[in-house]
């Protein structure tokens, strides 16, 4: 298919040298089973000589089905001074038994002479016997050509007698290297053209690093030239700056390029993809990624949530869902009527769109409230409670008579204890009750689950997920105001509350109030005044 642009994930590989970056073994297999059923054509599961945690991944992988991926094992040349029969990372190649086998080699002679130490000519016939054994061994080869870019512009001729090295004997694909990441996106096309022009029949690819912020860029640009073949990883996982991003990738050249890549059905797995990884290597999600991260499709300012309400592609470059992302509306000191009916349509809270006087007065209590310090950008758990506050629609489900916080320390090796002692009404009833936590703020947390717990238990579902802290106003020293944003889920949504205080455990608390409060406003619970709960549908 002409229109066709293959991809090739190096994530396992090129992507697991980035600083930080480590999957587990049964997370490697986890990541090449989604990779299949999104769509990629090339999985790299590693480099087959460097450690044994490579070496299983293609062992544990051959057991798997696999439905579209062809799995990909790396490796290098022979070595300068044996034959290719005899390098035993060659014979490691064979013995992992992959579809393909990419290996790398040499196109700038500056590496050939102060890296491999040895001859422009010896150089070649490395390329040359390299393919030719693999070849021979009944594998598909990809030929990386490192520092390809670089080789060219400093000797272009000999740069293309690599590529020309592995053509000769059978290479499947070559794929020309910016291994640097230092390059500019019209050198990209120039020399890219030339290469498919030398190649109109061949797989020609492109693998760039980010180095000067240019590797997406730079891949389109490889594209638009006649590439066929992008390697990259997802995220743009990668060693120093890290490689070229498939998550920005793929939809611009499936959306905006028009080719055939993952297909536009595909894509809309994108942000699932792409937190599924950051999953696995235990990182969190960038928000300001394009198309995936959660403030890219993100609206604040009032001028610009007024036109993206009257039509969307005023302020965005594609409809979010083509990726799997959602629209949202923050709102702030910046905000105006558009983002608190928006706002309020996106929360199910619809009465507000002829109401003129209760906007005015969301709007004025919003605005006194981040006087104060609050922030709701992050917070629309919060958001969601001060609206119904506003419009007298919130009904407390539980009131605090009043909790206790003990941190102790004993001796100097022993870890601190925390302690916290919560008394709260539901009803008629009261309940008082203990927790102990890994903090003052865990403790208060889990003494605030096991007071309620029997009154709503669905509370159980529920998890804090993350914890931040920000002085306001660090001129006061230990008296400064502090703001707590707290991050919680459960199976279904994840959710973010605000407190603000003099006092860090009662900022905390006052977030933990709302997460819990907006957690069951969710799932519709309401409270009786005997005690008893029901829950209703949404």
Same mark, same amino acid.
């Given at each position: 298919?002409?229109?066709?642009?293959?991809?090739?994930?190096?994530?396992?590989?090129?992507?697991?040298?980035?600083?930080?970056?480590?999957?587990?073994?049964?997370?490697?297999?986890?990541?090449?089973?989604?990779?299949?059923?999104?769509?990629?054509?090339?999985?790299?599961?590693?480099?087959?000589?460097?450690?044994?945690?490579?070496?299983?991944?293609?062992? #544990?992988?051959?057991?798997?089905?696999? /439905?579209?991926?062809?799995?990909?094992?790396?490796?290098?040349?022979?070595?300068?001074?044996?034959?290719?029969?005899?390098?035993?990372?060659?014979?490691?190649?064979?013995?992992?038994?992959?579809?393909?086998?990419?290996?790398?080699?040499?196109?700038?002679?500056?590496?050939?002479?102060?890296?491999?130490?040895?001859?422009? +000519?010896?150089?070649?016939?490395?390329?040359?016997?390299?393919?030719?054994?693999?070849?021979?061994?009944?594998?598909?080869?990809?030929? &990386?050509? %490192?520092?390809?870019?670089?080789?060219?512009?400093?000797?272009?001729?000999?740069?293309?007698?690599?590529? %020309?090295?592995? @053509?000769?004997?059978?290479?499947?694909?070559?794929?020309?290297?910016?291994?640097?990441?230092?390059?500019?996106? /019209?050198?990209?096309?120039?020399?890219?053209?030339?290469?498919?022009?030398?190649?109109? &029949?061949?797989?020609?690819?492109?693998?760039? /690093?980010?180095?000067?912020?240019?590797?997406?860029?730079?891949?389109? +640009?490889?594209?638009?030239?006649?590439?066929?073949?992008?390697?990259?990883?997802?995220?743009?996982?990668?060693?120093?700056?890290?490689?070229?991003?498939?998550?920005?990738?793929?939809?611009?050249?499936?959306?905006?390029?028009?080719?055939?890549?993952?297909?536009?059905?595909?894509?809309?797995?994108?942000?699932?993809?792409?937190?599924?990884?950051?999953?696995?290597?235990?990182?969190?999600?960038?928000?300001?990624?394009?198309?995936?991260?959660?403030?890219?499709?993100?609206?604040?300012?009032?001028?610009?949530?007024?036109?993206?309400?009257?039509?969307?592609?005023?302020?965005?470059?594609?409809?979010?869902?083509?990726?799997?992302?959602?629209?949202?509306?923050?709102?702030?000191?910046?905000?105006?009527?558009?983002?608190?009916?928006?706002?309020?349509?996106?929360?199910?809270?619809? #009465?507000?769109?002829?109401?003129?006087?209760?906007?005015?007065?969301?709007?004025?209590?919003? *605005?006194?409230?981040?006087?104060?310090?609050?922030?709701?950008?992050?917070?629309?758990?919060?958001?969601?409670?001060?609206?119904?506050?506003?419009?007298?629609?919130?009904?407390?489900?539980?009131?605090?008579?009043?909790?206790?916080?003990?941190?102790?320390?004993?001796?100097? #090796?022993?870890?601190?204890?925390?302690?916290?002692?919560?008394?709260?009404?539901?009803?008629?009833?009261?309940?008082?009750?203990?927790?102990?936590? /890994?903090?003052?703020?865990?403790?208060?947390?889990?003494?605030?689950?096991?007071?309620?717990?029997?009154?709503?238990?669905?509370?159980?579902?529920?998890?804090?997920?993350?914890?931040?802290?920000?002085?306001?106003?660090?001129?006061?020293?230990?008296?400064?105001?502090?703001?707590?944003?707290?991050?919680?889920?459960?199976? *279904?949504?994840?959710?973010?509350?605000?407190?603000?205080? %003099?006092?860090?455990?009662?900022?905390?608390?006052?977030?933990?109030?709302?997460? @819990?409060?907006?957690?069951?406003?969710?799932?519709?619970?309401?409270?009786?005044?005997?005690?008893?709960?029901?829950?209703?549908?949404?």
């Amino acid at each position: 298919m002409k229109n066709r642009v293959f991809i090739y994930d190096t994530t396992l590989r090129d992507g697991a040298q980035g600083e930080g970056i480590s999957f587990s073994d049964s997370g490697k297999v986890r990541f090449a089973k989604m990779l299949d059923d999104f769509g990629i054509d090339y999985i790299e599961g590693g480099y087959v000589g460097s450690n044994p945690r490579d070496r299983k991944f293609f062992e #544990d992988i051959r057991h798997e089905r696999l /439905h579209h991926a062809l799995i990909a094992g790396f490796g290098s040349t022979r070595r300068a001074d044996i034959d290719a029969a005899d390098d035993p990372q060659l014979q490691g190649l064979l013995a992992a038994e992959t579809d393909v086998c990419t290996i790398y080699g040499k196109s700038r002679l500056l590496h050939v002479h102060d890296v491999l130490r040895t001859t422009a +000519e010896n150089n070649l016939q490395m390329i040359a016997d390299t393919v030719g054994f693999l070849r021979e061994g009944g594998r598909k080869v990809i030929f &990386d050509a %490192e520092q390809f870019f670089d080789g060219y512009k400093e000797d272009a001729a000999y740069a293309m007698r690599t590529l %020309e090295m592995a @053509v000769n004997e059978g290479a499947m694909a070559i794929v020309l290297c910016d291994t640097n990441g230092g390059c500019l996106p /019209h050198e990209i096309f120039e020399i890219t053209t030339l290469v498919c022009r030398r190649f109109p &029949d061949l797989q020609v690819g492109i693998h760039v /690093h980010n180095d000067a912020g240019l590797a997406v860029a730079n891949s389109i +640009e490889a594209v638009r030239a006649g590439a066929s073949h992008i390697q990259g990883t997802i995220n743009g996982y990668g060693e120093r700056s890290g490689n070229a991003n498939l998550v920005s990738i793929l939809p611009a050249v499936e959306l905006k390029l028009g080719r055939h890549c993952v297909g536009e059905a595909n894509l809309k797995k994108l942000c699932d993809v792409s937190a599924l990884t950051s999953e696995l290597i235990n990182l969190r999600p960038d928000p300001a990624q394009p198309y995936v991260g959660r403030n890219a499709f993100s609206h604040k300012a009032g001028a610009h949530v007024n036109a993206v309400q009257k039509n969307p592609i005023t302020f965005e470059h594609i409809p979010p869902e083509t990726v799997g992302n959602e629209r949202r509306i923050l709102v702030s000191e910046l905000s105006g009527g558009s983002n608190v009916l928006m706002k309020a349509a996106e929360m199910g809270i619809v #009465d507000l769109a002829n109401n003129k006087v209760m906007v005015r007065r969301v709007l004025e209590e919003l *605005k006194k409230r981040e006087t104060d310090g609050f922030s709701y950008e992050a917070a629309d758990g919060s958001f969601k409670i001060l609206l119904q506050k506003v419009l007298n629609q919130h009904a407390p489900l539980f009131e605090l008579e009043g909790f206790r916080v003990i941190v102790e320390k004993r001796g100097k #090796d022993v870890p601190c204890l925390s302690e916290a002692t919560i008394k709260v009404r539901v009803g008629d009833k009261a309940e008082l009750t203990a927790g102990e936590g /890994h903090g003052p703020v865990d403790a208060l947390n889990q003494a605030l689950h096991q007071a309620l717990v029997r009154f709503y238990p669905t509370i159980t579902e529920m998890a804090l997920t993350d914890y931040r802290v920000r002085i306001l106003d660090p001129e006061e020293a230990t008296a400064a105001k502090t703001r707590v944003l707290i991050e919680s889920s459960d199976a *279904k949504h994840t959710w973010g509350t605000v407190g603000v205080s %003099e006092n860090i455990i009662e900022a905390s608390w006052q977030a933990l109030l709302d997460s @819990v409060e907006y957690k069951l406003s969710a799932d519709g619970v309401t409270a009786k005044h005997t005690g008893h709960t029901s829950r209703e549908s949404n």
